[in-house]
């Protein structure tokens, strides 16, 4: 990692300078009293550090979800557009069993292992029947989150579901910022909900998780070899459907697990499939199709966008998320990270 | 028709297959001796839908792009009309004259399909999909938040159609013939234009862009100018839509109804510009009279599914199916019309889908 940073400096100082300035400014904008100008300027500082921490811990989030579906595209070039149904499964899944257990770390990993479930049936009916063809692999995912969309509408009609999660995972804890100092000379800390905490802790984890996986074992070398040239890694004696399906597992089962994660920091309603699937997509649009790294830098940007154009132009929201996406498509159509 | 007499210009009655005839016979002729159920909701809204589609079917089966913003686009050119227009919501509502309406909207649809274009072109395949989805349900939710310009979640109601020659055109008769008309209308515009040198080089650098390239041919160029075409039908289709329902809604707009589109012109068959129309008819007849036999709660899972049997079993829809049929029956009967089946070969018909 540190050397793939200083190769970064060294081929382009300029944005890393400008990028270690924003990182510091914003930074500075989180630990420094604000003076009275810049209050009038941008609001109150409590509203702008939440929002700060809402864009990131959503970013964690959408991480989670687009790196499934990220780590499907790069190996097989199947856009899953079934994605969110995925997701929406997962959550839907993981309530009930947390629902009836009340052990809602049994409900996220049995989320986790039925999805992944139901990605290697559908890796394994439909998409090797039609391999190389990838329209037609697209068209049927959309077919099948058709059916799934309404399969769960009628399981799960159209209630919002809220997870309740242990104890020492909910409720909120003082962060060391000051939101303002009273004139009696007392500081204010903000104060911020665990859990989004533990989703960005968890997305960390898995984001490092992935990448060892990628990079230190043998399956992860395989994947890579076969991102690269599918052909080649079969003729060196590897069975790829083997790996096609163990990838396809992986990335559904982040899908289902992103579900009860997002289910518990937000809520579980019909739709969300939908949202997801449009994070998703403009995470890695914006990212680059098919890597990792890309997937995190996407969502921390569409994260960040999201938030701040709820808070700060609550109706032109949206058009801040599409217009990164236009502006990264005009100057790079393969994505900040995408190699082709 | 032989590819000679394609490209000679000349034309005569004898060349047009009496299916042609019986069809266009049965078009005109439909308000005659159907309800006014059947000539508005069935026969209208097909049309409008299936001209929605074709805008679609032109860029997906000629140019090879399977853009999902279709129904955005129309969504647009109907927000438009409301916009520019009148409406009874007290929401904007500038009160232009209906001809310019209808003009601004066509080609305001007609610039943002061409955008939407730009912007996806500059990807290769598989990525027009997904841009353009997240295209489509980035408007739904703009549309769905924005009540300055777009009055949210409500939309807008009373869109009319004007009242000209003393006709109001959304009585039933007159506004099926008005659709009839513009969807004929765009149905040979595509036909024709499949045939023309922009329509052969789109399909030329569908199949192999690289050496349309290299050939000299502007490959991004003629993409756009496929989106641009395709947001004039799409924004035709959208004046409609909203004059037949009064009104327009982010549900109009909704992911659903942008992926009902792709399934009705996948379900048609994107091989020939009559597939979607087939598509929409099948889709409208199965959308009033499935509720007989399911539940209607459950729509969605009956199209889902035949949306995905097509997929899966008819790449090239109900127009495949048929012609599969018709080829089963000539191949019987080879014997006796000998080489009749190489002849009436429909050229474009040989284009494939796939992606380079």
Redo the contacts between chains.
Sequence with gaps: MARVMRNFVERHTFWAIVLLLVVALFLLMIFAVWPDWLVEAMGRKKTFVNTLLNGITLGGLYFLVASGFTLIFGLMRNVNLAHGSMYLLGAYIGYEVADRTGNWFLGLAVAFVAVALSGILLQVLIFRRMADDDLRQTLVTIGISIIAADAMLAIWTGTTYQFSPPDWLFGATTLPVVSVVKSSGAAVYIKYPVFRLVVLAIAVAVGIGLWVFLNRTRIGMMIRAGVNDREMLSASGVNVQLVFVLVFAIGAGLAGFAGVIGGTALSVAPGEDIRYLLASLVVVIVGGLGSISGAAIGALIIGLAEQFGLAYFPTYGVVLTFLIMVVVLAVRPQGLMGGR | MDSRGLFSGSFSIKDVHPAILITAVFLVAYPSFATDFFIFQIGAYSLILGTIALSLMMLAGYGGM?SLAQLTVAGLAAYLMAILGDNSMGVMGLGWPWWLTVIVSVLGAALFSTFIGA??V??E???T???T???A??FF??VR????LFNGFTGFAGVEPPTLFGIYWRDPVPFYYLTLTVAVGFFGAVYYCARSTFGLALQAIRDNPRRMRALGFNVTLHRIVAYFFAGVIAGFAGVLLVWFNGRVSPGTIG??VA?DI??IA?VGGLRHPVGPFLGAIAFVLLENFAIDLIDR??F??V???A??LV??FS?DGLLGLWNRFRDKFRFRGNALLGDERVSKNDPTSTGS???N
């Design positions: 399977v912007v996806s500059r990807t395949g598989i990525y999909i997904m841009i989805l997240a295209v349900v980035a939710y703009f938040q924005n009540y300055v992911v659903d992926i792709l399934v996948v709660e459950r969605n899972m199209i889902g599914t949306f995905l997929v899966l790449p889908l796939e992606k």
